[in-house]
């Protein structure tokens, strides 16, 4: 929802446009799966994630 409205239709964030399925899909894999998602790769996911945030943060918070 949110990627369909802010990203597709406002094009408000267009650089974030695939954080959020590939967030969602490591944290899927860290939870459900046997072999769990590595630790570096989820550093990485954790830094967009802290990106993303602070990004949304700047926007709301200019207004």
Do not use: C, W
């Not at 974030?16 to 939870?31: I, N, P, T």
């Not at 802290?50 to 918070?61: H, P, R, S, T």
């Amino acid at each position: 929802m949110f990627t369909n409205k802010l990203i597709n239709q406002k094009k408000a964030y267009p650089r974030f446009k695939g954080y959020l399925s590939a967030l969602q899909a490591v944290r899927e894999e860290a939870d459900y799966k046997r072999v769990s998602a590595s630790a570096e790769r989820v550093k990485r996911q954790l830094k967009k994630a802290e990106d993303f945030i602070q990004q949304v943060e700047q926007k709301v918070l200019k207004r």
